[in-house]
């Protein structure tokens, strides 16, 4: 009997680890699957880390075909997108001003190498921003844009390198959404180890600290992913100028109407 409760718990702890350190990734990061239209999005690749991650580029309406852009706007998606969905929409948000839109799939999604980690988000981040900081003219702005989980990356990348400014909707504290959400019914024990392998570089509050760039801050106060009392912990800790607005909505909102307008005069 002893040795059959030794290896029901055997089992029961290889489970956990499999849980812990592979769906737990997939949870979080869950882009999807198969062939995605890009519309007039333009295809490039860029190597970071060792490896090659796609990316998703689109121009504004106000820049010319043979311009060089005055501002390039580096996009993270969020859980379950693909760049391909939204590189023309990002574009479109930024129609008023010569802008080129980035906006990179994840390594382990669309057509980017490597596996589906957590792990392997912040190397092939900064490594777009550094190739799109070799391209640009001197001087030239890079602002870093983001929804939910992509806003993790976006912060990341604004603690480690110069950016103009941050747009950051729904922002996300990982390690303490998933304590503060899903502990309770597991007494914290897979919710602190899930919280514990998020990586250092992702962790939202301690990137926020060291940021000095201004900020758009996008708040839906009817989110119930990432709840508000969330949302509100990045803005809080952001080190930067920031302003902002409530969106009266959902944690799938658009920014649409006048809050679109709204978004742009925060923008100017």
Not at 89 to 103: F, M
Request: aromatic share 10%; proline share 6%.
């Amino acid at each position: 009997m002893r040795r059959r409760w030794k290896i029901a718990a055997t089992i029961l702890l290889v489970l956990w680890i499999v849980f812990v350190f592979g769906v737990s990734d997939l949870l979080m990061l869950g882009p999807r699957p198969g062939p995605v239209d890009a519309g007039s999005a333009r295809r490039q690749f860029v190597h970071a880390n060792r490896r090659a991650v796609e990316v998703w580029i689109s121009r504004s309406d106000w820049l010319r075909r043979d311009e060089a852009p005055a501002g390039y706007v580096l996009e993270f998606c969020g859980n379950a997108t693909r760049a391909e969905e939204i590189a023309q929409y990002v574009a479109q948000r930024w129609h008023r001003w010569p802008v080129e839109v980035w906006v990179m799939n994840y390594p382990g999604a669309g057509g980017s190498e490597g596996a589906l980690r957590l792990a392997n988000v912040a190397p092939a981040a900064l490594g777009v921003y550094d190739e799109v900081r070799r391209r640009a003219r001197p001087n030239v702005p890079i602002f870093v844009e983001a929804n939910s989980f992509g806003t993790t990356a976006a912060l990341c990348v604004a603690a480690r390198r110069p950016v103009a400014g941050c747009v950051l909707h729904d922002p996300v504290p990982l390690r303490q959404l998933i304590m503060g959400r899903y502990g309770w019914w597991n007494l914290w024990l897979v919710a602190g180890t899930v919280a514990w392998h998020v990586p250092a570089e992702l962790d939202s509050l301690e990137n926020a600290r060291h940021i000095s760039a201004p900020a758009v801050f996008i708040l839906a106060d009817q989110d119930d992913f990432v709840g508000p009392r969330y949302q509100r912990m990045v803005l809080e800790a952001y080190a930067g100028e920031t302003r902002g607005f409530v969106l009266d909505g959902r944690h799938w909102s658009s920014v649409e109407g006048n809050t679109a307008l709204e978004l742009e005069r925060q923008l100017d």
